[in-house]
């Protein structure tokens, strides 16, 4: 069972930026990041494959990014230029392979973080 713990929410204005880490407990292939506003499906927002091969929504695209570490057991969203639709409660995810990587399906994805909140007030 792989652990992921995330760290970095908060409550900030629109239009400033916001950096959400994720760290695995072992090795995973792919890891990313979905949200999930109140009345709303769980969408996926970006990840990442062991390779360096990144996915993103289009609704984050040219304003957030991922990137992981060295080891590749940490997972960083920047999150740029928020907005009031940004807010949700963000969870990482993870699985060990890549499948979910290109799909941002959350079905395709193993394992799960408790998720932290991120509110963009205007």
């Known amino acids: 069972q792989v652990q992921l713990a995330e760290s970095g929410g908060g409550s900030v204005q629109a239009g400033v930026s916001l950096r959400l880490s994720c760290a695995a407990s072992s090795y995973v292939s792919c890891i990313g990041w979905f949200r999930q506003a109140p009345g709303k499906e769980r969408e996926g927002v970006a990840a990442?494959?062991?390779?360096?091969?990144?996915t993103y929504a289009a609704s984050v695209k040219g304003r957030f990014a991922v990137s992981r570490d060295a080891g590749k057991s940490t997972l960083y969203l920047q999150m740029n230029r928020l907005a009031p639709e940004d807010s949700a409660m963000y969870y990482c995810?993870?699985?060990?392979?890549?499948?979910?990587?290109?799909?941002?399906?959350?079905?395709?994805?193993?394992?799960w973080g408790q998720g932290i909140l991120v509110t963009v007030s205007s």
């Open positions: 995810a993870a699985d060990r392979v890549d499948g979910g990587c290109s799909s941002l399906s959350a079905g395709d994805f193993q394992f």
């Open positions: 990442a494959e062991s390779r360096g091969i990144s």
